[in-house]
């Protein structure tokens, strides 16, 4: 990438767009990356192997808790149902609602959070691709498969073609959730958006997947800040080319 390049793209990051360009830009680049993220599967096995090292590491960190967050759950009638049915739609749903209201009402804060889920959307597709992990449901856990059981069976059919079930480590459920709860605490005016940001839901994933999502929002916000910071503007002081000569005595005296 060329200078010219580079401060092209860091000069369209740092500030808001139109509605409609920002969102051709963000739906496309989304779609290429669940593109990327739903033909590119790894291999099965891998992504086995990487579970089970997963689960040895949590169960040697005391962290292995993820089957009896479950089945406190399910003995909540209902509970599980709905959590299939945020876990499915909230995720993509809310965050462009939540771009959405930052573009119209938080013009000024809009454009670090776009570009923090851009970057975060990259980051995490680097994770995908160099370690294909299964999730819970299919690691052999005792973690049943909720999500799958209800309308939609992410198993099968065209989701299945699309969607890539090992693409588990950073989970973006909870980066992008993190995103989108800060935003609502930071920008959010009214005390019920405050308590929304607060109470966001996250996604079924191993603790360690929800560290390493934390990680990649965070790493994100990072990069994204300096590049959508404004520029500081400098007060220019025009220095004369020449020394002005001294008034003459008729000067004076006019």
């Not at 003995?75 to 499915?88: D, H, I, N, R």
């Not at 809310?94 to 454009?111: C, K, S, Y």
């Not at 049943?144 to 588990?168: E, F, H, I, Q």
Request: a positive charge; aromatic letters at 8%; charged letters at 15%.
């Amino acid at each position: 990438m060329t200078v010219r390049t580079a401060g092209r793209l860091r000069g369209w990051l740092s500030v808001r767009h139109s509605l409609r360009s920002e969102v051709v830009v963000v739906l496309a680049l989304y779609g290429l990356y669940e593109l990327a993220r739903g033909l590119v599967v790894g291999d099965a096995g891998e992504a086995d192997r990487h579970a089970r090292r997963l689960v040895a590491l949590e169960r040697s960190l005391h962290l292995l808790f993820e089957a009896n967050v479950q089945h406190a759950a399910r003995a909540m009638p209902g509970l599980t149902s709905l959590l299939g049915v945020a876990y499915l739609t909230l995720h993509l749903a809310v965050t462009a609602g939540v771009l959405l209201w930052l573009h119209q009402r938080r013009p000024a804060a809009f454009a670090f959070v776009r570009t923090t889920l851009l970057l975060a959307s990259g980051l995490s597709l680097v994770g995908f691709l160099a370690y294909p992990t299964a999730p819970p449901r299919l690691a052999g856990i005792g973690i049943v498969d909720t999500v799958s059981k209800g309308t939609v069976d992410l198993n099968r059919g065209l989701v299945s073609s699309l969607y890539n079930p090992y693409a588990a480590v950073p989970s973006m459920h909870i980066g992008y959730g993190l995103i989108v709860a800060a935003s609502l605490l930071r920008y959010g005016g009214h005390r019920l958006l405050r308590a929304l940001g607060a109470l966001y839901p996250t996604g079924n994933h191993f603790f360690l997947d929800a560290a390493a999502g934390a990680l990649v929002a965070g790493m994100a916000a990072t990069v994204a800040a300096p590049l959508t910071r404004p520029a500081a503007t400098t007060r220019l002081t025009v220095l004369p080319t020449e020394r002005e000569a001294p008034p003459s005595f008729e000067e004076l005296a006019a």
